[in-house]
C-alpha cells in the first residue's frame, strides 16, 4: 500500500533524514531529480526558437519563490543551463529568493529577469511548496497569465492548492507534470488540486524509512489488490465463491438491472441473482444470472446490491428493508441513497457491513449540505455519521470507512462519467464483497478496477459507454492479477 503524507509528516520525515546527512544533500538530490525529468521532457520536445528538441539552446523559465521550493527550482535550472539550456529565472515575491540557489544559476550562466520572454519551451513553477498557503502572489498569477509554455512542471507541488486537503480555494498552477519529492501529498490524489497536478514523477530522496507508516490519505496498486483477491481453488464451487444479489431495475429502468448484473458477472462471485421488475432484459443479456421478482424470494447470497434505477417509491423501500435486514453486507447506490436520505432510520440497527457509492447530489441528499473541497474528510465525515464505509464518486473516487481513513483512487478517466458506469461498478463491488472481500477493500478494489476498465475502454480516445466498461472489466480484472504476479 502506499500513501500520501501531511506537509508536516513529510517535514518530520525530512528532519530525522537531515540529521543524517550533511547539510544541502536534500535539495541536490531533488533538484537532479528534477532536471533529470525536465531534461527528459525536453528530449520529446521540439524547441519553438530553435526548432530542435533538447536541453541545448531550449527556453526554460522558472517562476521563483523565496523559500526551498524556488531553491529546488533553481538548482534544477541551474543544472539545465549547465547543459545549454537559456534560463530566465523571475522572481515572483518582491525580489526574495533563495540567494545560494540564485548564485548557482548565475554561475551557469542563467540569468534572474523581472520579465522573461513571452514563449518558453519549459515552465518551471518553483513559487510554493509544502510552505504554502492555499493562493498565488499576484506576480506569479501575471506571469502565468502572460507566458505561452510548451510544458509546465510544478516543483513538488503546483503552487497554490491546499498541499494537505487537495481543495483549491484560490488561483494555483496547473501543472503537465508535477515532479514531487520524497513522497506524494495528498493535493496529488484528492480533490481538484489532483487534476492541476498532471502527471506525477515521483523522485526518491531516501524519505521513505522515515516516514510515518500511516500515511494520511492510502493509495491502493496492483499488488494490495491481487493480495485482497479470492481466486477460486479446487475445492471451491459456485456457492462458496459467494452469491451476489443485485436488486435494481424495474419496469422503468430495465436498463440498471443489465448494467448491474455486467458488473457483478465481472467480478469474483461464483453465483448472481437477480431480484427486481427487470427480469426479462436481465436474462435476454445475462443467461447466466437467475431473476426472481423480489428479494425474498431471492434466497440467501453473500451479500446484496440495492438500489440502481429500483425507483423510490413505496415498493422500492420495502424492497431495500428487505435487503437491509439481511446479515449480508451490502452495497447502497443511487435510489438506494434517496430512499436512506429519506429515512436513515433505515440503517439503524443494522450491524454487517454498508457501502455507499454518492456522487456530490447524492451526497447532498445524505449529509444535508455537498462535499467540501477537501473530499477525503467530506466522505470521512458522512462515514462516520451513518457508520458506513462510503465511497465519494468523482474524477478522483475517494472511499473513507466509519473509523476515518481515508483511500484516493489513483485510476479512471473522464469518460467513465457515462450513463449507467455507476450501476457497473455498483454490481462488481457487490460481487467482491460476497467473495469475502471487506467493504473498504471492496470498494476501493472496485473503483482501481473500475478506473482501469474505463481507460482500456477509452485507449485511443474512443468514447465510452457503461457497457464498454463492463466488458472490459474482466480484462482488467487479468491485468492486475498477472501483473502482481510477476
Ligand atoms: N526541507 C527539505 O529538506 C527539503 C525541502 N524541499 C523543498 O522545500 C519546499 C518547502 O520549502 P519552504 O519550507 O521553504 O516553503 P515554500 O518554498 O513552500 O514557501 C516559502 C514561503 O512562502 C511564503 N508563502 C506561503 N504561502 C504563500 C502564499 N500563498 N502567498 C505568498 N507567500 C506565501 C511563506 O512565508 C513560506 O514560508 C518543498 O516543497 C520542496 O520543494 C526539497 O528541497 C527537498 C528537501
Ligand atoms: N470527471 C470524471 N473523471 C473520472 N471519472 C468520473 C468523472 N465523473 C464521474 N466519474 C466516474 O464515473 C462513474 C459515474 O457514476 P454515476 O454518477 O453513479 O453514474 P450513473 O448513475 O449514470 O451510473 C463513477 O465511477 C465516477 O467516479
Ligand atoms: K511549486
Known amino acids: 500500500m502506499d500513501g500520501a503524507w501531511t506537509a508536516a509528516a513529510v517535514r518530520r520525515a525530512e528532519a530525522q533524514l537531515m540529521a ?10 531533488a533538484a537532479a531529480g528534477l532536471a533529470a525529468e525536465c531534461a527528459a521532457l525536453l528530449k520529446e520536445q521540439r524547441s519553438t526558437r530553435t526548432e530542435r528538441a533538447g536541453v541545448y539552446g531550449a527556453t526554460v523559465t522558472v517562476l521563483a519563490g523565496p523559500g526551498d521550493n524556488g531553491g529546488d527550482a533553481l538548482f534544477a535550472a541551474a543544472r539545465l543551463a549547465r547543459r545549454g ?3 530566465f529565472a523571475v522572481p515572483v515575491m518582491g525580489g526574495r529568493v533563495h540567494p545560494v540557489a540564485a548564485a548557482a544559476l548565475t554561475r551557469a550562466g542563467g540569468r534572474l529577469v523581472a520579465e522573461s520572454p513571452r514563449r518558453c519551451d519549459l515552465l518551471l513553477d518553483g513559487v510554493l511548496g509544502i510552505g504554502g498557503r492555499p493562493g498565488l502572489p499576484g506576480r506569479a498569477i501575471d506571469q502565468l497569465a502572460r507566458l505561452d509554455a510548451g510544458t509546465v512542471v510544478a516543483v513538488d507541488v503546483p503552487s497554490g492548492v491546499d498541499v494537505d486537503t487537495g481543495a483549491v480555494p484560490a488561483s494555483a498552477v496547473t501543472a503537465d507534470t508535477t515532479v514531487a519529492f520524497g ?4 493535493c496529488h490524489v484528492l480533490g481538484r488540486a489532483a487534476l492541476l497536478t498532471g502527471r506525477l514523477v515521483l523522485v526518491d530522496i531516501g524519505l521513505g524509512p522515515h516516514l510515518d507508516p500511516n500515511p494520511a490519505v492510502r493509495v491502493a496498486g496492483e499488488t494490495d489488490i491481487a493480495q485482497w483477491w479470492h481466486r477460486p481453488g479446487p475445492d471451491d464451487d459456485k456457492y462458496t465463491r459467494g452469491v451476489v444479489g443485485v436488486a435494481a431495475g424495474s419496469d422503468r429502468y430495465p436498463g440498471a438491472a443489465v448494467l448491474a448484473t455486467a458488473g457483478a458477472l465481472a467480478g469474483p462471485a461464483g453465483y448472481v441473482r437477480y431480484a427486481g421488475g427487470a427480469s426479462d432484459a436481465v ?3 445475462h443467461p447466466e444470472v437467475v431473476c426472481t421478482p423480489t428479494v425474498k424470494e431471492a434466497g440467501r447470497v453473500q451479500a446484496w446490491l440495492a438500489g440502481p434505477g429500483f425507483g423510490t417509491d413505496e415498493a422500492a423501500l420495502g424492497e431495500l428493508r428487505s435487503v437491509l435486514v439481511s446479515p449480508a453486507p451490502v452495497v ?4 438506494a441513497l434517496t430512499l436512506i436520505g429519506e429515512y436513515p ?3 439503524s440497527r443494522r450491524e454487517a457491513p454498508v457501502v455507499l457509492t454518492p456522487h456530490d447530489r447524492e ?8 462535499p467540501s473541497e477537501d473530499r477525503g474528510a467530506a466522505a470521512a465525515a458522512l462515514a462516520k455519521r451513518l457508520n458506513c464505509t462510503v465511497l465519494l464518486k468523482g474524477h478522483h473516487t475517494v472511499v473513507a470507512s466509519s473509523d476515518g481513513a481515508v483511500w484516493a483512487n489513483p485510476t479512471g478517466r473522464p469518460q467513465l462519467a457515462t450513463a449507467g458506469s455507476g450501476d457497473v461498478l455498483a454490481g462488481f463491488m457487490a460481487s467482491l464483497l460476497a467473495s469475502g472481500m471487506d467493504g473498504v477493500r471492496a470498494a476501493v478494489a472496485a473503483a482501481f478496477l473500475h478506473g482501469r476498465a474505463g481507460g482500456a475502454a477509452a485507449a485511443g480516445h474512443r468514447t465510452v459507454t457503461a457497457s464498454d466498461v463492463a466488458r472490459a472489466l ?4 487479468g491485468e492486475v492479477l498477472t501483473a502482481a504476479r510477476s
Not at 513522497?183 to 495528498?186: A, G, M, W
Open 474 to 477: 474482466p480484462g482488467a480484472v
Open 283 to 285: 436474462r435476454r443479456s
Open 85 to 87: 539550456a537559456r534560463v
Open 20 to 29: 543524517t546527512l550533511p547539510p544541502g544533500t536534500l535539495m541536490q538530490r
Open 345 to 347: 432510520s433505515v440503517l
Open 332 to 335: 447502497l447506490d443511487a435510489d
Open 363 to 370: 451526497y447532498e441528499r445524505l449529509y444535508g449540505s455537498p
Open 183 to 186: 513522497s506524494r501529498k495528498p
